[in-house]
Every structure is written in C-alpha cells, then in structure tokens.
C-alpha cells in the first residue's frame, strides 16, 4: 500500500494521466468556441494551421522528457516539481492546438514541419527544403532520440541535469516558433493570445531550471 501513498510516483502518475485524458477529450469543445474569439476568423490560417501541428508535436517530446524524469527514482522534488508543471500546461495547451485542428478538419500533424514558417500563402503548405537532415530534429530545441534514451539510464543526480539542459533548449526553441506565430500577420487572435502565454510561461520555466542547473554546477547546452 506505500506505493500509494499521496505523492508517490504511481499516485503522480494517475493523477498526471487522468487529466490528461479529461483534456484531450476537451479539446473538441475548444475548437467550438475559435470564432467566438476572433469575430473575423471563420477558419485558421497558414500560420494557425502550422503553428498548432508543429507545437503540438514539440510539445509532445516535452510531455515525454518531462514524465521521464518525474517518474525516475530518487530526483529532487524542485525539479520533479518543474517536470509535473510542464506536463500539467503543455499537455492543455496541445489540447487546444488538437482541438482546433480537428474542429476544422486539419490533419494533427504536418507532413512539412515548419514550412508555414517559408512565408508561402499557400493552404497546402510550402514546399520547405534547406537541406535538413532528416536524421536530425525536425524543429528547434527538440532533443535527439539518443539524447532521450540517455535521460532515462542517467543516475539520478546526472539525469536531473541532463533533463534541465534538453529542457532549456527545448523551451528556447519552442519560444522562438511561438514569437514567429505572434509575429507573423497571417495568424489569428486565438493563436497569438496562446502563442503569447508560452512565451511567458516558458520564459518563466527557463528562469527556474537555470538556476537549478547553476546549483548543479553545471550549465545550459548551446543553442
């Protein structure tokens, strides 16, 4: 029965599915109420369209990284704290992303990741070839699939710091396509008003794993 005490992994982690799951099953409801946010937006944009696939997905490796972490035994609770937070926002906010995209009968994922950002008009999206390696992350910030298998072999006090330093890149990353969304003319009130709450949030998580890190005597990766 100790493992089901308040607080425990197994506890955190039905806690962190079942709203999850409420969420997910919400996010239909949001994509109802997108005109009523913006009287002039009957439909999303390029840059909606875009924005709402390509951050769903990063946000997902987020999501991951986080539940790696919260879920391994004996890290700190200051950075488990960081990890529940960010599955708690970001799985809401992805809600909402897929829940527009479905309102509107949009696929949940692009087939050109990022090519709303090309600047195309165009609603079948850019053609966006710059040479990408496709063994390499489609998107800023994201972590490599060798950089997440190390997350979760990592001994505690290493994977706390390894997590800290693919998050701060990640969230860098994930705050520059929200400031692309914000800024590009294209993209509708409801996108730029939750584009504008990421950047905020994931300012104010930076800030928090900075310091851990520095307490960790270690520093964040190169961007």
């Known amino acids: ?19 999850a799951a409420l969420l997910l099953t919400m996010g239909i409801v949001v994509g109802a109420v997108w005109s009523g946010r913006d009287q002039d937006a009957s439909s999303m944009s390029l840059s909606d369209i875009g924005f709402a696939q390509d951050m769903s997905a990063h ?12 879920a391994a035994p004996g890290v700190a609770p200051q950075v488990r704290g960081v990890a529940d937070r960010i599955v708690h926002t970001q799985t809401a906010e992805t809600a909402t992303m897929r829940g527009w995209l479905q309102w509107f009968g949009h696929p949940l994922t692009a087939t050109e990741p990022m090519s709303w950002m090309s600047g195309e008009d165009d609603q079948h999206g850019a053609h966006h070839d710059d040479g990408h390696d496709d063994a390499q992350p489609p998107m800023p910030g994201m972590a490599s699939v060798d950089e997440i298998g190390r997350l979760s072999l990592q001994p505690p006090q290493q994977a706390e710091i390894l997590f800290l330093q693919l998050m701060i890149r990640h969230h860098r ?32 998580e930076i800030g928090q794993m900075t310091m851990l890190l520095k307490e960790r005597g270690a520093d964040p990766l190169p961007t």
């Open 59 to 70: 946000h997902d490796q987020a999501i991951l990284m986080s539940r790696t972490i919260s």
């Open 173 to 204: 990353g994930g705050m520059s396509m929200a400031q692309a969304a914000y800024n590009d003319v294209r993209t509708t009130s409801a996108t730029k008003d939750l584009a504008l709450m990421m950047i905020g949030d994931q300012g104010d």
């Open 1 to 19: 029965m100790s493992a089901l005490r308040p607080g425990s992994p197994l506890v955190r982690a039905v806690v962190l599915a079942t709203a």
